[in-house]
């Protein structure tokens, strides 16, 4: 299976909220990522509301050509949306409102119960699930023991440390490993760049790279069609 990029398109929602108005509208944004070779379009309705609004959530439903990936807390009113909605996958992730973007990885053996519970509505809603945890060998165990379809890595702390991240990349091998042992899918994303996703890419297994930030900063200033061609090119090495 080749290596997918599902874009984020947070960023996009953050310039239009900035004036409570209409523009950028992140569904054009998510039509011209699909048309220059995104696989998939990933947007975090956040609790807040503070940049993906309802409004688009649905919307980008009837559009996209690709598939969805919804990042939500696991709480009642997050879990009734994407069951109504029905996005082709769900990944849950911590959240805090004072953060400025997702800190760390959901704690999937502290919040076994909840966790396990939001799974199940999930999936009887015929949607795929993904849990963001951080790269320990534990919360894998723990994201295949309450019924996950995939885990995403959280490759912040490999992105903090680059060029000097030998240690954090190895954290994320051997978590990859147990990932694909235990039969689930394996997808990694946060803070990833143009200049460090190689190596993530390169792990044996890698199915998905979550990226928004450094993604979306450089289609401000080469436009979107050229910033998503170019980070696949990264990804693949060409
Ligand atoms: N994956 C998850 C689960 C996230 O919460 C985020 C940030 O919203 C990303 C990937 C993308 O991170 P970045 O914007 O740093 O590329």
Same mark, same amino acid.
């Given at each position: 299976?080749?290596?997918? =990029? ?5 960023? /996009? ?18 039509? =011209? ?25 649905? /919307? ?26 029905? *996005? ?17 990885? =959901?704690? /999937? ?16 809603? @015929? ?19 309450? @019924? ?7 490759? #912040? ?5 680059? *060029? ?10 051997? !978590? ?9 899918? =394996?997808?990694? #994303? ?21 990226? @928004? ?5 450089? !289609? ?16 693949? #090495?060409?």
């Amino acid at each position: 299976m080749s290596l997918k =990029l599902g874009v984020n398109i947070d960023h /996009v929602a953050t310039i239009r909220q900035a004036r409570r108005t209409v523009e950028p509208d992140p569904v054009a944004a998510a039509v =011209l990522c699909e048309l220059a070779g995104a696989d998939s379009i990933t947007v975090h309705l956040r609790e807040d509301r503070r940049h993906i609004q309802d409004r688009d959530v649905r /919307v980008l439903k009837q559009t996209l050509r690709t598939m969805m990936n919804l990042e939500i807390a696991a709480t009642d009113e997050m879990i009734a949306i994407a069951c109504e909605v029905k *996005p082709e996958q769900v990944c849950l992730v911590p959240e805090k409102r004072e953060e400025v973007t997702t800190e760390g990885g =959901l704690d /999937v053996i502290g919040n076994r119960k909840a966790v396990e519970k939001a799974v199940r509505a999930l999936k009887g809603a @015929g949607i795929l699930v993904s849990l963001f945890i951080d790269p320990a060998i534990d919360q894998v165990r723990a994201s295949h023991e309450v @019924g996950a379809d995939a885990v995403e890595l959280h490759t #912040g702390s490999y992105a903090e440390a680059f *060029p000097h991240a030998d240690a954090e990349l190895s954290r994320l091998q051997e !978590a990859s490993k147990e990932v694909l042992a235990l039969g689930l899918r =394996l997808h990694a #994303g946060h803070g990833l760049t143009y200049w460090n996703v190689r190596p993530v890419a390169e792990i044996p297994g890698m199915a998905e790279l979550n990226i @928004g930030h450094s993604l979306i900063a450089r !289609a401000v200033l080469v436009g979107m069609e050229r910033a998503v061609r170019e980070m696949k090119d990264a990804m693949l #090495g060409r």
